[in-house]
């Protein structure tokens, strides 16, 4: 077992099946040492959990945990094209874009979501990033949140 699959298994986390696109994209590509994912929805079982704004349909705390699903969806994406997550050295930067109510000023916390499982997955060395939450009106199939990632890998 390689080291990231332990740490999964340690976690109770399993990495799912790469999302298909919803549109005309890739779910990820490689740029020199880089892996660039598309925005990933939260999909579970290839159904978003819920749909709607943060701030008033989707509660914050349901929306970090969305946010934690996006991401595990963005890491498939990069397993994807690189093979093993084993090969990540870098886990450079973070989008996060949190569908919310214009009064809703909570989006960081959101983006924790992301945050936090990548540091659990891949430790504070590699797993600390530069990070963007960003507040939007709409996103894809009305989804509450969508998660990019920008991976450094050998």
Excluded at 76 to 92: E, F, H, K, M, Y
Excluded at 94 to 122: H, K, M, R
């Amino acid at each position: 077992m390689s080291r990231i699959e332990s740490r999964l298994a340690e976690l109770g986390i399993s990495i799912p099946s790469v999302t298909k696109p919803v549109a005309a994209y890739v779910p990820a590509v490689i740029s020199g040492h880089l892996v660039f994912t598309a925005g990933q929805l939260p999909f579970v079982d290839g159904a978003l959990p819920a749909t709607g704004k943060v701030g008033d349909a989707v509660t914050a705390e349901d929306a970090v945990g969305y946010a934690r699903t996006a991401v595990l969806n963005a890491l498939a994406a990069a397993q994807s094209v690189i093979g093993s997550l084993d090969r990540v050295t870098r886990v450079v930067k973070v989008v996060v874009f949190v569908a919310s109510t214009p009064d809703f000023s909570g989006q960081p916390a959101v983006a924790n979501g992301a945050s936090t499982v990548l540091g659990d997955i891949f430790g504070d060395e590699i797993g600390q990033h530069a990070r963007s939450a960003v507040g939007v009106a709409v996103l894809p199939l009305d989804a509450p949140v969508e998660v990019e990632l920008i991976l450094e890998f050998a």
